[in-house]
C-alpha cells in the first residue's frame, strides 16, 4: 500500500501542478490580449495578436479536460482494474512472449480509440475554427490506420526482442535491451525520412531556381552535407509551417513544408535554414543522444529492479501472471506511471532546449542576418497564431523555444552587434 500511496500522491501532484500552470496561462494570455507588445508594435496587428491569444486558450483549455481524460483511463487501467482485466484475456494466448504482446497491443489500441475523440474535435473543430484545418476525414481516420499499423510493423519485433531478453538473459538483462532499444533509436532516425515519413506525405525536390541557389550556398558556407533539399505537402493537413532536418549521416534531409515556403521571402528562408543548420554546428543532435541515451539507460535499470518487486504490482491494482511471466505488464506499468513522477522536472528540459536555440540563433545570426530571422519569426508567430505572451512559468515547463519576446529581443541584441 505505500506505493500505491506514492502513486496517488505524484498523480495528485503532477495533475494539480498542471491544472495551476494551465489557469496562469489561460489568465496571463487573457489580460495581455487588448494590446500588441511594445516589441510587435508595427510589426503583428492588433486582431492577429487576439486571435493568437484566443487560440492559445482554446488549446489549452482543450489540454485540460485532455488531462481529465488521461487521469481518468491511467487510474481505470491500473486501480480500478482495466489491466487486470485485459491480463485475464490475453494470458490464454499460451506462449509468454505471445500474450505479452497481445497485453501491450491491447493495452495501445484501447488507449488510441481513447483518444481518438478528442483528436477529432481539436482537428476538426478548434484547428477548423481558426482557419488552420486542411485535412479530410478520410485522411484524419486513414492516417490513425497507418499509425496502428506502422506501430504494429514497427513496435511488434522490438517488443518480442526486449520480452524475450527480460525472460531469458538474467539479471542483467536491461543492459541488453537497453542497446536493443537505443539502437532501435538509432535504425529509426536514419530510416524515417525514406522509409517512414514518405508513407503519410509526399516529398518532391525543391525546384531550381533563386531560392535554391541560395541554400545551397549556405550549405557550402557552412559546410553541410545533405542527401537532398525536399518541399513536403504539409499543407493538405494544416496551414500551419515549419522546417526541419531529418536523417543522420549521409541520409540528412531538409525539408520545407510548402505553406512556410509560400510565406517567407527567400532572405527568411535562408535564415530559418542557418538556425536549423546551427542545432548540427553546435552538435545539438549529438548532444541530444547523448542526453537520451543516459537517461534510457537509467530509466531501463530501474525497470530491472521493478521487474521482480511485488509490491510494484499489487500496488497499482493488478496480479501479475507469474505462469506467462510478469515482463509485459512490467512494461506498462512503468510506461504509464513514468511521466507523473517526471512532471517536477520538466523544467530542467524546457532550459536545456531553450539554451541550445539560443546557441542556433546566435549562429544563424553570423550565417545570414539577425534581422532577417526576426522577420522570419515575427511572421511564423503571425500565421501559427503562437500567442506572444505566454505565462513564464507555464512557459517554462512546457516550451522548448524561448518566448516570443525574449527570443526577438535576443537577436536584435546580436543584429546590433553585426
Same mark, same amino acid.
Given at each position: ?61 482543450? &489540454? ?57 474535435? *481539436? ?22 490506420? !497507418? ?12 517488443? +518480442? #526482442? ?20 537505443? &539502437? ?7 530510416l524515417f525520412p525514406t522509409v517512414i515519413a514518405p508513407l503519410f506525405n *509526399? ?9 535554391? @541557389?541560395?541554400?545551397?550556398? +549556405? ?9 537532398? /533539399? ?5 499543407? *493538405?493537413?494544416?496551414?500551419?509551417? @515549419? ?8 541520409? !540528412? ?23 536549423? +543548420?546551427?542545432?548540427?554546428?553546435? *552538435?545539438?543532435?549529438? !548532444? ?14 530501474v525497470l530491472g529492479q521493478l521487474l521482480t518487486a511485488p509490491w510494484f ?10 505462469? @506467462? ?52 519569426? #515575427? ?37 546590433? /552587434?553585426?
Amino acid at each position: 500500500m505505500v506505493f500505491t500511496i506514492l502513486f496517488l500522491m505524484m498523480v495528485a501532484l503532477s495533475v494539480g501542478l498542471r491544472l495551476w500552470l494551465a489557469s496562469r496561462q489561460i489568465r496571463h494570455i487573457a489580460q495581455h490580449s487588448d494590446a500588441v507588445p511594445e516589441a510587435f508594435t508595427g510589426q503583428i496587428k492588433l486582431e492577429a495578436h487576439q486571435k493568437a491569444a484566443r487560440y492559445s486558450i482554446a488549446k489549452t483549455r482543450l &489540454g485540460m479536460i485532455n488531462l481529465f481524460i488521461e487521469t481518468a483511463v491511467l487510474l481505470g487501467f491500473t486501480l480500478l482494474g482495466g489491466l487486470q482485466w485485459i491480463q485475464s484475456h490475453t494470458a490464454s494466448m499460451g506462449h509468454g512472449l505471445l500474450s505479452g504482446l497481445a497485453l501491450v497491443a491491447a493495452v495501445g489500441f484501447i488507449s488510441s480509440l481513447i483518444d481518438l475523440p478528442l483528436a477529432y474535435y *481539436k482537428q476538426f473543430k478548434l484547428e477548423a475554427d481558426f482557419g488552420f484545418n486542411r485535412m479530410t476525414k478520410a485522411l484524419f481516420f486513414g492516417d490513425w490506420v !497507418k499509425g496502428l499499423a506502422l506501430g504494429a510493423a514497427i513496435g511488434a519485433p522490438l517488443l +518480442l #526482442v526486449v520480452l524475450y531478453l527480460m525472460r531469458e538473459a538474467g539479471p542483467f538483462w536491461w543492459v541488453a535491451a537497453w542497446l536493443v532499444w537505443f &539502437g532501435f533509436s538509432l535504425l529509426m532516425m536514419w530510416l524515417f525520412p525514406t522509409v517512414i515519413a514518405p508513407l503519410f506525405n *509526399k516529398f518532391t525536390p525543391l525546384q531550381e531556381g533563386d531560392t535554391r @541557389n541560395r541554400i545551397l550556398e +549556405l550549405l557550402k558556407r557552412c559546410g553541410f552535407d545533405s542527401d537532398g /533539399l525536399f518541399v513536403m505537402d504539409g499543407s *493538405k493537413r494544416s496551414s500551419h509551417g @515549419n522546417a526541419y532536418f531529418s536523417g543522420m549521416g549521409k541520409a !540528412k534531409r531538409i525539408v520545407f513544408f510548402d505553406t512556410l515556403l509560400s510565406r517567407l521571402n527567400d532572405d527568411q528562408i535562408e535564415a530559418v535554414l542557418a538556425h536549423e +543548420l546551427g542545432h548540427f554546428k553546435k *552538435k545539438h543532435i549529438t !548532444k541530444h543522444l547523448v542526453f537520451s541515451g543516459l537517461s534510457s539507460f537509467v530509466l531501463f535499470f530501474v525497470l530491472g529492479q521493478l521487474l521482480t518487486a511485488p509490491w510494484f504490482y499489487s500496488d497499482l491494482g493488478v496480479t501479475p501472471d507469474f505462469i @506467462n511471466g510478469p515482463h509485459a505488464m512490467a512494461l506498462v506499468l512503468f510506461a504509464m506511471t513514468l511521466p507523473y513522477f517526471t512532471f517536477p522536472f520538466r523544467p530542467l528540459l524546457s532550459w536545456l532546449s531553450r539554451k541550445h536555440e539560443f546557441e542556433a540563433d546566435e549562429y544563424a545570426a553570423q550565417q545570414s542576418a539577425a534581422q532577417h530571422l526576426v522577420s522570419a519569426l #515575427v511572421k511564423l508567430y503571425e500565421d501559427n497564431a503562437s500567442t506572444l505572451t505566454p505565462d513564464r512559468l507555464h512557459s517554462a515547463f512546457y516550451d522548448s523555444h524561448p518566448p516570443a519576446a525574449i527570443r526577438i529581443a535576443h537577436l536584435k541584441s546580436l543584429g546590433a /552587434l553585426t
